[in-house]
Nanobody, 120 residues
Framework: QVQLVESGGGLVQAGGSLKLSCAAS????????MGWYRQAPGKQRELVAT???????YYADSVKGRFTISRDNAKNTVYLQMNSLKLEDTAVYYC??????????????WGKGTLVTVSS
């Protein structure tokens, strides 16, 4: 089994910063794309940012220039540095990883989420 565990969420004022972390553990051979998604109350889950093993990144337009995704392949960990936070960034943030297990199965795994609340 593979587990993804997020940390770093919390309450922050608008304009502030937070850094999320997500560590993957378990029966991992390799992790291809890792990413962050979010779901605000009453809305569908949306893509925030992704990063490949080689470091190629993708950002949703709503976070470009404010958020930075990075990863430490040796630690199977992905990060999301969030700056200039806005009220509309309030959501539960979920970590995602496309994992190849030690049995050579490729599967998508999700963390349980971490809440980010931006206040005025």
């Amino acid at each position: 089994q593979v587990q993804l565990v997020e940390s770093g969420g919390g309450l922050v004022q608008a304009g502030g910063s937070l850094k999320l972390s997500c560590a993957a553990s378990g029966s991992i051979f390799s992790i291809n794309t890792m990413g962050w998604y979010r779901q605000a109350p009453g809305k569908q889950r949306e893509l925030v940012a992704t990063i490949t093993t080689g470091g190629t990144t993708y950002y949703a337009d709503s976070v470009k220039g404010r958020f930075t995704i990075s990863r430490d392949n040796a630690k199977n960990t992905v990060y999301l540095q969030m700056n200039s936070l806005k009220l509309e960034d309030t959501a539960v943030y979920y970590c995602h990883g496309h994992v190849v297990t030690r049995d050579y199965y490729a599967m998508d795994y999700w963390g349980k989420g971490t809440l980010v609340t931006v206040s005025s």
